[in-house]
């Protein structure tokens, strides 16, 4: 069966590149929508529109299900694509409920795009899990263009992200949830940064937990397909460099 992933770039990869440790004999496609990265500090319509307009470019590929690989998108038009298609659409959620469940009790910081954090779907979440006392949420929209363009360790990052922190007290929270695709590529630099006792959460798992039940038939060996909106000649190049990267990351928790 053919499962469809996209994001607003290669954040997303996180999401695929777990498929395919998970997963055997699925058909995966994969598209970039590079063309328009970021949609973190889109409106909602200019996101919905985006977001649609890639789904119809998986279902004109024939997908079964499609992964909607990116938060931000999932925040601000889930609903409106399970309105307009009719195959299986799973979305990415900040595993706000993960975290607190895991360390029950203390605070979690969100670390997410600016439209994540704005967004409604995100407010629903934790009034529902009661949990306005326990998250707080800091948005950090430069990381998405830190990220396509590969800069994940250098001064220009690190300088971010020190002052990103620098108002908040670290040491009150016990767990950085990861509520962006893109931030995964850069855990070791927030390791470095971040109290040795914080622990990364991200929705990756619970995503693709919902993506094995739907039960879809597969076949003996996978089958991955990249897809770009902006064209880049050292496309392919740039994806195993972005994989490579995830591999060397996953171990950091």
């Known amino acids: ?20 440790v998970r997963f055997d004999g699925y058909e995966f496609f994969y598209f ?37 690989a990116c938060n931000t998108a999932t925040s601000a038009s889930i609903v409106a694509l399970r309105d307009k298609f009719s ?9 706000v409920k993960l975290a607190l469940n895991t360390f029950e009790d203390q605070k979690t910081l969100l670390i997410a795009t600016p439209a994540t954090i704005n967004g409604t779907k995100l407010k629903k979440l934790i009034d529902k899990l009661n949990a306005s006392d ?31 922190f620098k108002n908040l007290n670290l040491n009150d929270y016990s767990s950085l949830v990861l509520g962006c695709t893109h931030f995964n590529y850069f855990k070791d630099i ?30 003996p060996n996978n089958l991955v ?4 909106s902006k064209e880049e000649i050292q496309n392919l190049d ?16």
């Open 190 to 219: 927030l390791k470095d940064i971040l109290p040795d006792h914080i622990k990364f959460i991200d929705g990756i798992n619970g995503t693709l937990n919902m993506v094995s039940n739907l039960n879809l038939a597969s076949k």
């Open 1 to 20: 069966m053919k499962i469809g992933f996209f994001d607003s770039g290669f954040g997303g990869l996180s999401v695929l590149n777990e498929a395919m």
């Open 87 to 95: 195959l299986p659409i799973i979305g990415m959620e900040p595993a």
């Open 134 to 164: 326990f998250v707080d949420a800091l948005a950090l929209p430069k990381l998405v263009s830190f990220a396509e363009n590969e800069e994940f360790t250098t001064d220009n990052v690190k300088l971010y992200l020190q002052k990103s």
């Open 225 to 228: 397909r990249y897809f770009c």
């Open 32 to 68: 970039a929508d590079s063309k328009n990265v970021p949609y973190g500090t889109k409106s909602v319509k200019e996101i919905t529109d985006l977001s649609i307009n890639a789904c119809k470019f998986l279902v004109d590929l024939g997908v079964d299900a499609i992964v909607v």
């Open 238 to 253: 740039k994806i195993n460099r972005l994989l490579n990267r995830l591999d060397f990351v996953k171990s950091i928790v």
